[in-house]
């Protein structure tokens, strides 16, 4: 794993520079950018509202939106490789994806000004990302961290009771909780879960959803902070898209996914010389010779069944414009 990236992050943090990086699943490739060096011709950002753009001035309509996903044969596959290592007790949860060919009328930078999200992302000629989930906060030595786990669509009858008392979801739900939380204990002391499986809602032209989160918090301990670097390949990557055991469990997403994330599931982080924002890089968009291709997937567990999971994957081809 190349440690350049990340201790530019280490020094630059220490510096009090403001600056943005992007950070590749794997981990191999972070890209590292001083805000004052970014030209938004090439890099357009909006993190929680600080953003190196402006509005577009004419927004053009949604009018074209079609999903070409992955055959059921390959996603079963793959889907039937999980559920061997789920009863091996090699993993115990594991977010599977897969990229979805797409067609649209509108190109990436529109989708970037267009989409309403948290973490927006805009790479010239690469990809777009327009994401709900935070990774990690730190602010005034405090560590946070909201896990998202549990998607249905609001049209569902009695949806936020359905999303809530499903035992998959549930289960699956508190895996990741208790991930992040160790993960956090790493780095940080007085791990807490302050919030447990609140209800969020995502609007979107094509369905408005729910989505279940809770939130996390610790005290970061002396040595990680402002090493931030450090931290963050201690944390990295995120657990709440590769699973638990991390280590194990992303060897075999590897091995059954068969096609390279890139910076899809990875993190964009945004210090602005005090503290630090980051998200996780789902709701993904990336330029390929084939055309647009939409990355998406969801959590499998043992409980999990492969038709309900595949349409899941697909129903996360949405992109959050009202």
């Known amino acids: ?3 350049s ?3 530019l992050i280490n020094e630059l943090t220490r510096k009090n520079t403001p600056f943005l990086c992007l950070i590749d699943f794997k981990g191999e490739s972070p890209m590292v950018y001083t805000l004052e060096n970014i030209d938004p011709a090439n890099l357009k950002y909006n993190i929680n509202g600080i953003s190196n753009v402006k509005a577009l001035q004419e927004t053009p309509k949604l009018t074209h939106w079609e999903k070409q996903p992955v055959d059921q044969h390959r996603y079963r596959k793959a889907f039937d490789l999980v559920q061997r290592h789920l009863h091996y007790g090699d993993t115990f949860l594991l977010n599977l994806t897969f990229p979805t060919l797409l067609k649209t009328n509108l190109d990436l930078d529109q989708i970037f000004h267009l989409s309403q999200a948290r973490y927006k992302i805009w790479v010239k000629d690469r990809f777009v990302t327009f994401s709900p989930e935070p990774f990690i906060k730190i602010e005034n030595g405090v560590i946070s961290s909201y896990p998202m786990k549990g998607t ?10 359905v999303i809530l008392n499903n035992r998959k979801e549930s289960e699956e739900h508190l895996t990741i909780v208790d991930l992040i939380r160790n993960d956090l204990a790493m780095v940080a002391e007085d791990i807490c879960v302050d919030r447990f499986r609140y209800l969020e809602k995502i609007r979107t032209t094509q369905s408005d959803l729910l989505q279940v989160s809770s939130k996390i918090t610790g005290k970061v301990k002396p040595e990680f902070f402002p090493n931030l670097g450090d931290l963050l390949q201690r944390l990295l990557p995120a657990g709440s898209i590769s699973g638990a055991p991390k280590k194990k469990t992303t060897e075999i997403i590897m091995s059954a996914e068969g096609y390279e994330r890139g910076y899809f599931s990875g993190i964009v982080g945004l210090f602005d010389g005090n503290k630090f924002d980051s998200g996780v890089m ?3 968009i990336e330029q390929t010779p084939q055309g647009l291709s939409y990355k998406s997937g969801g959590g499998i567990t043992v409980n999990s069944d492969w038709k309900q999971e595949y349409q899941e994957m697909i129903d996360k081809v949405y992109v959050p414009i009202v």
Do not use: H, L, V
């Open 1 to 3: 794993m190349s440690k």
């Open 152 to 161: 249905i669509r609001t049209s569902e009858p009695d949806a936020a009771n």
């Open 282 to 284: 789902i709701r993904f």
């Open 5 to 7: 990236g990340f201790e």
